[in-house]
């Protein structure tokens, strides 16, 4: 199959000639041990998603390389506007972008196409889905689930369930440290006492621990008096 062309271009040109404009030194000081950055700003990437969303998105995700990361990132945004019908088919582009994530923010870019509205419709498929991503023995795949997770599922329904993977998930990766700590985080702003709860009786990793409570603590929303109390709960 001939490669994919948008603008009269390959999208490794279209990608090149947006590095242009973009920030490569500091993009890459963001990246630690990620090679093949460009440093593409984040909306010319998104607007480049929604003009081949609009064109022919199935001979793009046919012919797409990952090569540089940006690349990888714009996969993500493509599959993010798309709308489609069939739940199952739409999962299994997620799937396939999930498993060329490589880097924190490939993998935090990326939102289901109808965000929430699309999640409440398919509610307890999309959280099968992110179940057997949380289940993951690789990294970026676990972060997906837990940063997916607690973009959608920090909710009455979901709050337990959400607290119980959390202490199941075990990885030696500092993104699924760093997810883990941010969604106790969300999860105590929303749901304090539950979370509180949890934080006094868990399995989690001391630096998992100890990140969820300093993200506690500096959380606009969190009143004085917990933050206190939460400081006191530091693990030495």
Same mark, same amino acid.
């Given at each position: 199959?001939?490669? !994919? ?13 947006? +590095? ?29 998603? +929604?003009? =081949? +969303? &609009?064109?022919? %998105?199935?001979? /793009? ?25 069939? @739940? ?6 997620? &799937? ?6 490589? #880097? %924190?923010? @490939? ?11 699309? @999640?409440? &419709? ?5 959280? *099968? $889905?992110?179940?057997?991503?949380? #289940?993951?023995?690789?990294? /970026?795949? =676990?972060? $997906? ?12 329904? !979901?709050?337990?369930?959400? *607290?119980? %993977?959390?202490?199941? =998930?075990?990885?030696?990766? /500092? /993104?699924? &440290?760093? +997810?883990?700590? %941010? ?14 709860? !949890? ?6 990793? @001391? ?30």
């Amino acid at each position: 199959m001939s490669e !994919y062309h948008i603008n009269g271009q390959t999208v490794k040109e279209n990608l090149l000639q947006l +590095a242009n404009k973009g920030n490569k030194k500091f993009t890459e000081t963001l990246h630690p041990g990620i090679d093949h950055i460009l440093g593409i700003r984040i909306p010319n990437l998104r607007k480049l998603a +929604a003009q =081949i +969303a &609009k064109d022919d %998105w199935q001979g /793009y995700l046919q012919t797409t390389d990952t090569y540089y990361m940006e690349e990888r990132m714009l996969q993500g945004m493509v599959i993010e506007q798309l709308k489609m019908d069939d @739940v199952e088919a739409y999962l299994s582009l997620v &799937k396939r972008f999930v498993q060329v994530i490589n #880097s %924190w923010s @490939v993998c935090d870019t990326f939102d289901f196409c109808g965000k929430q509205r699309f @999640v409440n &419709k398919n509610k307890e498929r999309v959280w *099968l $889905f992110l179940e057997e991503r949380m #289940s993951s023995d690789k990294e /970026y795949e =676990i972060r $997906f689930g837990v940063v997916m997770a607690m973009a959608h599922y920090i909710d009455e329904a !979901y709050i337990d369930r959400i *607290l119980q %993977w959390m202490d199941r =998930i075990d990885h030696e990766g /500092y /993104y699924v &440290k760093m +997810a883990v700590a %941010w969604a106790l985080s969300t999860c105590y702003i929303k749901f304090p006492q539950q979370t509180l709860a !949890y934080l006094r009786q868990n399995h989690l990793d @001391v630096f998992t621990y100890n990140k969820a409570l300093q993200k506690i603590v500096e959380s606009f929303r969190v009143s004085p008096d917990d933050k206190e109390m939460i400081r006191g709960m530091k693990r030495k």
